[in-house]
């Protein structure tokens, strides 16, 4: 079966039709194969603009809907919406954005509407093959994984856990706290870069939402948005964690002491074991 396409061009005021010959555009675009209607109107967005491509849907029988004007991150949902009003699968909407990708990167009238016309034709062209598709619900893992354990990650952390989520903060470093914790002040009130970071370290190291990963690597990621599943290798300690007490003994006793390449950026020594 032959498509229907409904190709509507937007003048967003003067964002576009300042630059692009919008109405140039449409007539071009009625010429394309499959477009039986092609508009160009003020603002598409409005409810008038909305209702314009309603009443083509229904009376029409238009089977695909393009709409030329903004980007599809501000209006993609509003025109969807629009069709699925006048009885259209929102699917077999397609967006060209001339405005952040065309009249507002040029001031070249001419070649302006040339890239509007190609932008156009590729979303006539898209439109023409896509599907009837319906949104499903599927359970997904609250949980959060945040990699990196330094004040950005611990800040993201600690906001996420304390919205409800349970939190795994991922450093491959063996303690959080990241460069931060190299600093003495910082920059540009030279605030004591100790005092900022470590009440939020010890808020991370006893929140009940974080599970703190240290001397930990991620190694692989996959599935989906909502349901990763996400291998981490611990690297070994060679202290058992769960009865150690932080005493440090063992490092006052520790006869070794090695050059501190993280921490101490190869300019000190320390034990062995810390």
């Not at 060209?96 to 890239?115: F, G, L, M, P």
Request: neutral net charge; charged residues 20%; hydrophobic residues 40%.
């Amino acid at each position: 079966m032959t498509e229907k396409i409904g190709v509507y061009v937007c003048h967003c005021g003067s964002n576009i039709a300042g630059v692009v010959d919008v109405a140039e555009v449409a007539r071009w675009a009625g010429q394309l194969p499959g477009v039986v209607v092609a508009r160009d109107y003020k603002f598409m967005c409005s409810s008038p603009g909305q209702e314009l491509i309603q009443k083509d849907i229904q009376e029409m029988g238009l089977t695909r809907v393009v709409v030329a004007s903004c980007s599809p991150h501000l209006h993609e949902k509003t025109f969807r919406g629009a069709c699925a009003r006048a009885g259209l699968n929102p699917y077999l909407f397609e967006m060209a954005n001339i405005r952040e990708q065309d009249s507002w990167v040029t001031s070249d009238k001419t070649e302006a509407t040339k890239k509007a016309k190609a932008l156009v034709a590729a979303a006539v062209s898209r439109v023409a093959h896509q599907e009837a598709l319906e949104a499903l619900l599927v359970p997904i893992d609250p949980n959060v994984l945040v990699v990196g354990g330094g004040i950005t990650g611990i800040q993201a952390a600690l906001e996420i856990a304390d919205a409800g989520d349970h939190v795994y903060l991922v450093e491959r470093e063996p303690s959080i706290g990241g460069h931060m914790a190299q600093f003495d002040k910082t920059f540009p009130t030279l605030d004591c870069s100790a005092c900022i970071l470590t009440p939020k370290m010890v808020s991370a190291g006893n929140h009940k939402n974080i599970t703190l990963l240290t001397w930990s690597e991620v190694e692989n990621v996959s599935g989906y948005v909502g349901n990763f599943t996400v291998t981490i290798r611990k690297k070994a300690r060679y202290v058992d964690e769960a009865i150690c007490t932080g005493c440090g003994v063992c490092q006052e006793k520790c006869p070794k002491k090695v050059v501190d390449d993280v921490f101490e950026v190869g300019m000190a020594r320390r034990k062995a074991i810390y």
